[in-house]
């Protein structure tokens, strides 16, 4: 009887004192009106509102280099018509055996709006860029190095038999962790040494050791950035063959059903490095009349990277690709 007359005495306490709502904070949360009633308050924390544009506003959309001239192929799971491509010039060629560049495993067509979407919901990276699909996965979990291969050795012929519109940039999504293929990485290296600027995700591991072909030293690899803007995306393997971090966090981009998609991993950050290599390759040509190297892109991107505080070099290489800085070395 002490304890409830107690807290009775308690209640009119508060009550006098914090006048006509009192909220009791603790387990019960209980808030009690000056009327007496009673009512539970909700007290956990709602969640910050996600920006599903976050990683696009790191690629200022209103810029001079927009990869204008540029051919870039992505070698992936094919691509699906959507409106985020209408009007662009997409040729390609299918590796596996599905007999059409269908993307059925919604991963190419994410990749491909990154650094080429027109801006109907979002803007690639390199709008102006033209895509070559190069489908060398067919969803079945059994892409393999024979068709990379196949694709990066159709690359280097096509350059041979159109030297004025070269491909100048590849997005090879292929990767395994440890080993490799001697065909692929022959293809890989005349490819670089062509001029052709070759970029690969790190890998999705989540731990030290940067996938094949990443790892090689004629491919640009790449790490992902996560959502924070500040660390590392928890999946992505690092190593110190990494060149760049980019973007790999729930990233809008065009999806293979016609809709729209939030895409994670190193796939993703890859697409952004190579759409920063589409407008690296626009301003070294304008700047030298020819086509760049592939060590001449490179450099480019390197100069244009910005580290991010607290990340080791091996999470990020030499940083994340300012396009500001990129269009300084050629915009005037």
Known sequence: MRRIWAAVVGLFLCLSVYGKDTLFLGPTNLRVSEEGEFSWVDMTPKPEEFDNLWAYRKYPLEKKLTGLGVNVAVADSGITSHTEFNGKHIMGQDFTLSGALTDVKNHGTGLAGIIGARGVRFTGVAP???????KIDDGSRLIGPQAAAAAVNTLLNYNEQNPTRKITVLNLSYGVSGGGYAALTQAVNRAHDSGVTVVSPAGNYGFPGVFYPANLSTVLAVSALAADGKSLYPG????PEVDFIAPGDRVYTASAD???T??????AAAAFVSAAAALAVEGLQKQLGRYPTAEEVKDALKKAAVKIPGLPDIAQGNGL???RLLEKQFVK
């Not at 992505?236 to 190593?239: E, F, I, K, P, R």
């Open 236 to 239: 992505s393997s690092y190593g």
């Open 321 to 323: 690709i300012d396009v």
């Open 128 to 134: 102006s860029a033209s895509l070559l699909i190069y």
């Open 258 to 260: 016609g809709d729209y």
């Open 262 to 267: 939030l895409m994670s991993g190193t796939s």
